[in-house]
């Protein structure tokens, strides 16, 4: 009997998905949990469907995350916030008190949680799907005792005083969201997505916040072409932008920003 991998390379590539071979070896794998589901996985990859959401996880700093459609799969440029943490806060022992803004699966909370010992969390999100998700990531890796998950629209009514604040905020503007690849178009959240007409509104409104609840550093993913607009816009809010770091294709990604 032929190999049914190879039948799946050659329908994927005809559906026009961008890595084929990659894909069946991850599908292929995750069926290993369940025998005979492959056929049923290839055929929703074939409708471009993500890897992620078929086989419900995807890995964010070496750690496993659970993911399902309603929730941002987590993105390897997105790493460059836990770098730049790095970077700005060597000392791993460190307690600090760390803000994840718009936490979606809670995979910036967990890694830094997992990579500062000392360290407390809170995550807000306004999808209480996210909510949902990111509280199963947060006890899988053991962190429920210094993570806390809140229903929440960015900083509104929440306590000042914090020394880290991560986000990765919705920033593609509305008009370019019909010619995004339909792996995320038609299927991940518009609300993880969607920046408003320019894509700078989240960035807009956590910049009006930082002022009043950041003791010490912001770090803010942004997208390719938008770092002059969010300089000029992080100034005009009062903050100074100590430096954008890029990611690792080159593209300025994260803002570092504070008080
Ligand atoms: C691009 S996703 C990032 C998710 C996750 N932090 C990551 O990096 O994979 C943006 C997240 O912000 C949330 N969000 C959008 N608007 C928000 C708001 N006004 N207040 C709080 N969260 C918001 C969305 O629900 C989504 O989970």
Partial sequence: MSDPRQDAIRRLTEAGVDSPRLDVRLLWNAAQRNPGIFESYVKRRIRHEPVAYIVGYKEFWSLEFSVEPGVLIPRPATETVIEQVFDAYPDIGA??????????????????LKEYPNARGVGIDESDKALMVAARNI?????????????????????????????????IPTGDIAGLDPDVREYEPTGALDGGPDGLDSIRALAAGFRQHLTGTAFVEIGAGQAESVQALMAAAG?????????????????VTGP
Avoid: F
């Fill in 139 to 171: 006890a899988s890796h053991g962190l429920q005792t210094r993570a806390e998950l809140k229903h929440g629209n960015w900083m509104e009514n929440l306590e000042e005083g914090w020394d880290v604040i991560v986000s990765n905020p919705p920033y």
């Fill in 95 to 112: 307690p600090l008190k760390i803000l994840d803004l718009g936490t979606g699966s809670g995979c910036l909370l967990t890694a830094l």
């Fill in 239 to 255: 903050l100074s932008v100590h430096h954008i770091a890029p990611d690792l294709a080159g593209i300025p990604r994260v803002v």
